[in-house]
C-alpha cells in the first residue's frame, strides 16, 4: 500500500495539478458549518500534495482566488445534485470525464447497481489512486478508472472497461472545455452523443473566453513572473469552444437548460464570485448546463 509520502511524490503534470485546485477548494468548503457538501477525501490529496498544492494557494494567486470566490463549491453542489437526479431518473451508468480527484463514487447516495467510469490521463490516476488506497477508500462503489486522452478517441476505452451503450447514461464534463482545442471540443460532444442511449443525460461546465480578461486576472498576470504557474495556467486555458456547449447539444437532440453562476450563488445564499458579478465591466460568465438526450 503507499504511503502518503509516495504519493506526495507521484508529482502531476500542470493540467493534472490543476484538478489539486478544485480539491483545495472541496477541502475548505467541507469546514464549513454551512457547507454545501461534505468531501473528506479532498483535505487528503492536498495534504499529499505537497509543492503543487502550494502553487496554487501561494500569496500571488490570492487575487485570482478572490474572484473565483465559491465557483468551485457551486458548480461541485450543483452537478452533484444534477447526477443523483439523472441516477434517481434511471441511469444506471455514471461517466465523469475528466474526473481529476472527483471522489463522488465514493461519497455521493447513488441507487443500487450504479456503475460509474472515470476517465483522466495516468498521472493524474497514479497520484489518487495512491492517496485513496492509503485512506481507505469505501469498497461498495462500482468505479473504474479509465485512462485516456480527452482530446483524441476515448470511447473504445470506455468500452473497454464495462461501458454499455445501451443504458442510460449519466455524462458529467466539469472543468474540462477550457483545456480542449475547437476541434477537440467537437469531437467530445459528438463521441458522447454516439455512446448515449434515450434519456442519457449530461452535464457541462463551460467558462467563456472572458475568463482570462477579468479585471482580477489580468491584476494577477502583471503582478506574476513571466515563468509563475499563472502563466502557465493561462497558456492551458484555451476556451476554444466556437459553438457554446449550450448551442451545440440543442441543435444535436439534447433538451439543454442552462444556469448561471449568480443565479445559483442565489440559490444557495452565497456571493456572487466577483469574476462573474455581471455588474462588473468585464466580468466572465460560466455556463453550467444539464441536458438530456431526446
Ligand atoms: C480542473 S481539473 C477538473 C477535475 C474535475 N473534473 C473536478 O472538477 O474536480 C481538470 C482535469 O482535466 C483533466 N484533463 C485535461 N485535459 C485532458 C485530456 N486531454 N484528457 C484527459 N484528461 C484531461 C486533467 O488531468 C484534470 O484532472
Redesign the pocket.
Known amino acids: 500500500m503507499a504511503t502518503s509520502e509516495e504519493a506526495s511524490n507521484s508529482a502531476m503534470t500542470l ?2 495539478a ?2 489539486l ?3 483545495a477548494a472541496r477541502a475548505t468548503e467541507t469546514m464549513r458549518d454551512d457547507r454545501l457538501f461534505e468531501d473528506l477525501l479532498a483535505g487528503q490529496f492536498v495534504l499529499a500534495g505537497g509543492d503543487q498544492v502550494l502553487d496554487w494557494l501561494s500569496e500571488r494567486t490570492r487575487l485570482l482566488r478572490l474572484g473565483t470566490g465559491d465557483l468551485f463549491a457551486l458548480r461541485t453542489r450543483f452537478f452533484d445534485d444534477f447526477l443523483l437526479n439523472a441516477t434517481g431518473a434511471g441511469c444506471t451508468q455514471v461517466v ?1 470525464l ?5 471522489t463522488r463514487a465514493y461519497r455521493l447516495p447513488w441507487p443500487a447497481d450504479v456503475r460509474v467510469f472515470e ?3 495516468s498521472d ?1 490516476f497514479t497520484f489518487k489512486d495512491s492517496v485513496l488506497s492509503t485512506h481507505g477508500a469505501p469498497q461498495d462503489c462500482d468505479r473504474r478508472a479509465v485512462v ?4 483524441g478517441q476515448w470511447a473504445d476505452s470506455l468500452l473497454d472497461a464495462g461501458f454499455d451503450p445501451h443504458l442510460p447514461t449519466a455524462w458529467l464534463v ?3 472545455v477550457m ?2 482545442p475547437e476541434n477537440d471540443c467537437d469531437r467530445l460532444w459528438a463521441q458522447i452523443a454516439d455512446l448515449s442511449a434515450a434519456d442519457s443525460q449530461l452535464g457541462v461546465e463551460y467558462s467563456t473566453r472572458q475568463m482570462l480578461d477579468t479585471p482580477l486576472t489580468q491584476q494577477s498576470m502583471l503582478a506574476a513572473d513571466s515563468d509563475d504557474v499563472l502563466h502557465a495556467l493561462a497558456d492551458l486555458w484555451l476556451n476554444e469552444c466556437e459553438l457554446p456547449p449550450g448551442e451545440w447539444l440543442a441543435s444535436h437532440g439534447w433538451q439543454a437548460q442552462i444556469c448561471e453562476i449568480p443565479e445559483l450563488a442565489r440559490r444557495f445564499d452565497r456571493p456572487v464570485p466577483a469574476a462573474y458579478d455581471p455588474t462588473v465591466q468585464g466580468h466572465a460568465r460560466v455556463e453550467l448546463i444539464a441536458a438530456t438526450r431526446k
Not at 475528466?98 to 472527483?102: E, I, Q, S
Not at 485516456?148 to 482530446?151: F, K, M, N, T, V
Open positions: 493540467v493534472g490543476t484538478a485546485a478544485v480539491a465523469i475528466a474526473a481529476g480527484l472527483d476517465i483522466d490521463r493524474v485516456a486522452d480527452l482530446r466539469e472543468g474540462l483545456y480542449l
